[in-house]
């Protein structure tokens, strides 16, 4: 029988570029928040699960990342797994967690993102998303091409689909980035701390039409923990505030554009296990690669019906004091996107949002959470799709 699995420690570091630190010192940071926040020792971890994409390019750590990263940490000698998923690495890593203490195999574990994106070359920093699609699959012509990424041409592609089929504008995109940097303002933790305007937002950089600078997220360093215990060792333990899983899904990217996305599939499968339903969320933290995908996603988790998403967000309903709160965070956009880190950190906002010590931007009330993450790119879709529930 499945036991119940509840989140007892997050630990995060500021997100951002920093040269002069590596994934070594940002993960014993964060590893040693979460470790105290959640009152226990390092020794007292039944398995690590290390989250990390890019070593390999960024610093050369092709293998034994985790092990690397962590031998300081007094973990020195525990299981560790290391994890790849893209962008989704953390969420994936923290889906394995789940299931070794679900199954009983372990008590408490330990699951790790970071990441190290910058470096003195930015076209290595670059490369690290030009490898996240099927390196044996050419890829239109345009795709890379131009002034953006392989991801951003991919993402602006989609958006002008996406604007010829539902009306939606640049005004609609400029107001995601808006309500990013407004959440982001109010997070000790995000790489983009300023508000900015409409106005701002369009006469930014074009990256990719219709995609502006700030549209786009950024590259950017850190590391984000958590601490998973079985509900025999949150009692032990006395956690004052355990956040429960009520289910993950994952899964992986399909070539036919006639059929549910990576995103509808993972969410509804996970609303199916958790027993709820998008009405029933009332705070979301969502893979907003760019500040469009945030609209889409709207619509592929089910907050809105299809075409619906930019009479959403006119209404306001997703903003900070809105009746779902997505990306209060400030999302990838304002947040960060340090990209084995980033499905761990959406956990650890979501973790403090059920707690209710989110301040500044904390959702009044709120008791179930949803996170949706997404890595790399299969033909037309996301190549993995992660979706967790959370709740009080």
Not at 110 to 122: M, N, Q, R, S, Y
Not at 176 to 197: C, D, H, W
Request: glycine fraction near 12%; charged fraction near 15%; charge should be negative.
């Amino acid at each position: 029988m499945q036991q119940q699995c509840a989140v007892i420690g997050i630990g995060m570091t500021p997100f951002g570029k920093f040269m002069d630190r590596g994934i070594r010192e940002m993960s014993e940071a964060a590893v040693a928040e979460a470790l105290a926040d959640a009152g226990v020792a390092a020794t007292e971890i039944g398995h690590v699960y290390f989250a990390n994409s890019a070593a390999g390019l960024i610093t050369g750590q092709e293998m034994i990342r985790g092990q690397a990263a962590l031998r300081f940490t007094g973990l020195a000698g525990k299981p560790v797994s290391n994890v790849e998923n893209a962008c989704a690495s953390g969420s994936t890593a923290l889906y394995h967690a789940w299931l070794a203490v679900s199954a009983g195999e372990i008590d408490l574990a330990l699951v790790v993102g970071a990441e190290k994106l910058t470096h003195p070359d930015k076209t290595v920093s670059s490369q690290a998303f030009a490898r996240a699609v099927d390196l044996e699959e050419k890829l239109p012509d345009h795709v890379g091409a131009g002034n953006g990424s392989i991801f951003m041409d991919i993402y602006a592609e989609k958006t002008r689909r996406y604007m010829a089929k539902t009306g939606a504008t640049a005004e609609d995109f400029a107001g995601i980035v808006v309500k990013s940097r407004q959440a982001g303002a109010r997070n000790p933790y995000a790489q983009f701390r300023t508000e900015t305007t409409a106005e701002a937002v369009l006469g930014a950089r074009m990256i990719s039409n219709p995609l502006t600078l700030p549209m786009c997220s950024a590259i950017g360093d850190g590391a984000s923990a958590i601490v998973l215990a079985s509900a025999a060792a949150v009692r032990r333990l006395g956690s004052p505030k355990p956040v429960w899983i009520g289910g993950i899904s994952v899964v992986s990217g399909l070539a036919d554009l006639s059929l549910p996305n990576c995103a509808e599939r993972c969410a509804q499968a996970v609303y199916e296990r958790a027993g709820i339903g998008p009405q029933d969320v009332h705070v979301v933290e969502l893979h907003d690669a760019t500040a469009p995908a945030e609209l889409l996603h709207y619509e592929n988790l089910g907050l809105c019906g299809q075409g619906e998403a930019p009479a959403l967000l006119r209404s306001g309903a997703t903003g900070l004091g809105g009746r779902v709160s997505v990306n209060p965070s400030g999302g990838l956009l304002s947040r960060g996107h340090p990209i084995g880190a980033t499905g761990a950190a959406q956990i650890v906002e979501l973790t403090q949002q059920l707690r209710g010590t989110a301040t500044g931007r904390q959702r009044e009330g709120a008791k179930v959470a949803l996170a949706e993450n997404n890595g790399g790119q299969i033909g037309p879709d996301a190549a993995v799709g992660v979706a967790t529930v959370l709740h009080v």
